[in-house]
Each structure stands twice: as C-alpha cells, then as structure tokens.
T-cell receptor, first 113, second 114 residues
C-alpha cells in the first residue's frame, strides 16, 4: 500500500471547518483513500473513503485532487467530540488480496472552544 | 456502536501466562481482522480471517495464534506472555475481502502483563 504523509497535529475552533490534509504521492490506480479516526483509546472509527471523485457523507467530505496525489478530509462544523487522531490510509481495492489497514501516525486534531 | 463486540474489556495477567481474546463480528460480516496497538508501535495488523480461513498475516508473533469459528466469531490466543505484549488489541470486521469494504472496529481489549 502507498505511504501517506500527514501533519502531526492541528487545532480547530469549535464550529469552524476542520481541513485535514494528506499526501499520498505514490498512490496507484487501484488504491482507495480511506479515513479513520480514533478517539482516545477507543476502536478506530470509519469516516469515509474514495477512489477519485469527491465524496460526502453525514460525517465528512473527502476532496481528492485530480492527480490523486493528495486529499483533504473536511469536517464542516467541528465539535469538541471530533477531537481525535485522524488516519489517512491508502488501500488496494483488489478483490481477494489482503485488505488490511496500514495505519501511520495520523494527525492529532484538537478542537477548542 | 460499530456492532463488533470484544471480550473481555480488560485483562491483567502475569508473564508466562496464556490468554484468549474473543471477537464477534458485525452481523453478516465474513472477514475478521486483529490489530495490536502499543505505545511504541502504533496500530499494527496482526492477522485476517475470511469465512473461517486465514487469509493474511502481518507482524504476528509465533506465540500468538488465532482462529475463526463456523459461527464467524474469532479468538486470538496469546501465550508465554511478556511485558511487551501489554497493549490494546482490536478486532475489526468487514463484509468481504476486497479493499472496497470498510472495516468496523470493536472497542478493544486492554491487556496488561505484569
């Protein structure tokens, strides 16, 4: 799986949009971009994933650049409960191959009042 | 609530002992994954099962083993425990094998080896 690079930490004011960048310059055509988050020591929580089009769900939006070498996770109105470590993961879509998640160090997002 | 359950939540045991961690996947999910999270290593993939068969191995020690039963629940067995095995152990499940399926994680088992 392609390697990803994320900032170590970010701050965001409550109610504002949190934009978390991820660089995955070596991504290949058969790899998805996945985002997970981990709140304190809870199990990681799936947020969103995409291949090349922008995606939106009830939790967040995922913007993938046209060359697919980077992406941004957007939490439109961050709350204190969004304070967590956010992981950007690139993962093969191939059927039948190992589909493990390879976690990096992630971005620690701190949402403040 | 992800729908994945893990027991026990906490486990404290001594070096040299053996423990079994249990995971029940979400209803309908056929694939189960085990991950270990320690302070110095981060979240690491250990092993994956799909419909009862082992499909992938990560950095799993020989002292560790796992299996998935016909009812699809899975157990991770850790033996000859060492202090360094203290960690959070997470189980995740997904509908299928492919990377198109998101994985849903359980709340984890915190293992403390003294």
């Amino acid at each position: 799986d392609a390697k990803t690079t994320q900032p170590t930490s970010m701050d965001c004011a409550e109610g504002r949009a949190a934009n978390l960048p991820c660089n995955h310059s070596t991504i290949s055509g058969n790899e998805y971009v996945y985002w997970y988050r981990q709140i304190h020591s809870q199990g990681p929580q799936y947020i969103i994933h995409g291949l090349k089009n922008n995606e939106t769900n009830e939790m967040a939006s995922l913007i993938i650049t046209e060359d697919r070498k980077s992406s941004t996770l957007i939490l439109p109105h961050a709350t204190l409960r969004d304070t967590a470590v956010y992981y950007c993961i690139v993962r093969t879509i191939n059927t039948g191959t190992a589909s493990k998640l390879t976690f990096g160090t992630g971005t620690r997002l701190q949402v403040t009042l | 609530d992800s729908g994945v359950t893990q027991t026990p939540k906490h486990l404290i045991t001594a070096t040299g002992q053996r423990v079994t961690l249990r995971c029940s996947p979400r209803s309908g999910d056929l694939s189960v994954y085990w991950y270990q999270q320690s302070l110095d290593q981060g979240l690491q993939f250990l092993i994956q099962y799909y419909n009862g068969e082992e499909r992938a191995k990560g950095n799993i020690l020989e002292r560790f083993s796992a299996q998935q039963f016909p009812d699809l629940h899975s157990e991770l067995n850790l033996s000859s425990l060492e202090l360094g095995d203290s960690a959070l152990y997470f189980c995740a499940s997904s509908l299928g094998l492919a990377g198109t399926y998101e994985q849903y994680f359980g709340p984890g088992t915190r293992l403390t080896v003294t």
